[in-house]
């Protein structure tokens, strides 16, 4: 009996052995750039490796052990200091999909049958100057449905973004397509245009529907793009990137949540084991993370990242979704533990308002967002562990940074009865507007919370039109947490200048004027 029990022990332990798979490989110094570990070229220890669940580290020879199931993708995050190969299109090559038989048949492709787990999944990064203080383009929501709106996309976007200097390299914060994921690579092939390696974020309008597990809702996005939830560093920054979309709905099995499996959040964890405390950990992902609607992004998630996240000091959030732009500031009123407030940056959409409206200069729809902030991309600059960011309107000036809307001309006797509306693009709701008339004394601004007149005006050329306006009327308007207003005092006849002035939160000062004719 005795002998039996130890011959079944055995059979037992040797086919768990024979059923689980270990992913070898080497992270090492591509110096020549040929995509191979020559003799010469050594290993790089230290460096993390994941399975999207288990992080390691390599050891002294660059090496590394990880377990795969058969639906992994093996993905290196890059250390500071180096540079990731990328594909024609400047999309970074820093994974292996694992998926032996492929994925299921889906209305969008997926990934084919990738076959037998190789012998060795080999990481091959180069050397590269990297400076802690650098710049990155930060993109809300492409989100074309069409070929024609990728052209949009192009003229709007990326003909006027890729010849701005300085940024070392892009992320687009999901919904890089609108449902059709044939698009993907055309999107790839368009943002490739910007010249810099390009890193993607996973949007609900960029999942596969015809799924019954939220796991399998990213197959189509894998195929163009690799893994929805990876991390890198840069500098002394650490980004984490997160497929925070739930599908279908964990409740109700219909729609979306926003929120994360246990595994998602297991592998945040396990990334910032490595991650030093004094790094600015920087996390991209698609749905805000709204504190005040578990229907929107579910609590219990978000908790556990406040409380992952709670003894890193410098911490930013990156979000798109919304199509309007917002400061969100969470403290431990919403749960969050740190010294100072978690601030997540709410980014202003690429697409803008879907691409609404009518034509502007660069012959593509205007398209301004909802609460009034135009159409834009916003340019994230990071210092060691800090950071400051810009918004920059699409076609206009770099310093185009606060909307205003008044009268050009009133009549004096009736001057008390108008006001002039500063929409602050970047604005928060600690920020500070104020202005002055005829270089008189300065005086605050109010903050209102309401809807953007200069875009609901331009709304009503649509609501009130007696003949066909071209393009597509754009949507409702929605209160702005951008906006300042001004009540006009008593004015003599004559041409009048208001100066206004804001203060963002990094402490820079940002002006606009508005003239005003007075006339008896």
């Known amino acids: 009996m005795k002998n039996l029990y130890w011959s079944l022990l055995a059979c037992l332990l040797t086919g768990t ?6 992913a070898k490989g080497t992270v090492y110094v591509d110096a020549n750039g040929n995509g191979r570990q020559d003799r010469k070229e050594m290993g790089i220890q230290g460096v993390s490796v994941s399975n999207g669940y288990d992080v390691v580290q390599t050891d002294k020879s660059g090496r590394y052990e ?3 199931k058969n639906d992994n993708i093996i993905f290196v995050v890059k250390p500071s200091g180096y540079a990731l190969p990328v594909d024609q299109d400047n999309h970074p090559k820093f994974y292996y999909i694992h998926k032996p038989n492929g994925s299921p048949k889906l209305k969008y492709a997926g990934v084919e049958p990738t076959g037998p787990l190789p012998k060795a999944i080999d990481f091959g990064l180069k050397p590269a100057e990297e400076q ?14 069409t070929p024609e709106e990728l052209e949009f996309f192009k003229r709007g976007i990326v003909d006027e973004a890729k010849n701005k200097k300085g940024p070392l390299f892009g992320i687009s914060l999901g919904d890089l397509v ?6 993907h690579p055309g999107y790839k092939q368009t943002v490739g245009q910007m010249g810099l390696p390009w890193f993607n974020v996973m949007g609900n309008h960029d999942m596969n529907y015809d799924v019954q597990q939220d796991s399998l809702a990213d197959e189509g996005f894998e195929r163009s793009f690799g893994p929805a939830n990876y991390a890198f560093n840069v500098g002394n920054a650490h980004f984490i990137v997160l497929d925070n979309i739930m599908y279908p709905h964990p409740e109700t099995g219909e729609g979306y949540q926003g929120g994360l499996r246990k595994e998602q959040l297991d592998f945040l964890e396990n990334n910032l084991k490595f991650v030093p405390k004094d790094k600015l950990v920087v996390l991209a992902f698609h749905i805000p993370l709204n504190p005040d609607n578990n229907k929107s992004f579910r609590d219990a998630d978000r908790q556990r990242i406040f409380d992952l996240l709670a003894e890193y000091p410098n911490t930013l959030a990156l979000s798109a979704h919304t199509h309007y732009q917002q400061q969100n500031l969470y403290t431990d009123k919403h749960g969050w533990k740190g010294s100072k407030p978690f601030h997540e940056y709410n980014v202003g959409t690429t697409s803008g308002d879907w691409y609404s409206g009518q034509m502007n200069a660069q012959n593509v729809p205007a398209s301004t967002m909802r609460d009034g902030t135009p159409k834009g991309y916003a340019i994230l600059d990071i210092d060691g562990n800090t950071y400051k960011f810009d918004y920059k309107v699409a076609g206009k000036e770099d ?3 606060i909307g205003v809307f008044g009268p050009s001309v009133i009549k004096a006797k009736y001057a008390g009865r108008y006001h002039v509306y500063a929409n602050f693009f970047l604005g928060s709701a600690n920020d500070k507007v104020r202005y002055k008339i005829d270089n008189k004394d300065w005086k605050e601004m109010m903050r209102i919370v309401a809807e953007d007149p200069a875009y609901v005006r331009d709304l009503l050329v649509y609501d009130g039109a007696e003949q066909l306006v071209a393009g597509r009327r754009p949507s409702d308007a929605t209160k702005s947490e951008h906006l300042w207003r001004l009540k006009l005092p008593k004015l003599k006849a004559g041409k009048h200048s208001i100066q206004i002035e804001a203060t963002d939160m990094f402490g820079r000062v940002h002006t606009a004027t508005k003239e005003i004719e007075v006339v008896e």
């Open 399 to 401: 310093n185009y940074s």
């Open 66 to 68: 990880l377990p795969v």
């Open 132 to 145: 802690t203080k650098f710049s990155a383009f930060v993109f809300g929501d492409p989100q074309a449905y």
């Open 178 to 183: 609108g449902d059709d994921l044939s698009l």
């Open 17 to 22: 052995a024979m059923g689980q798979e270990l």
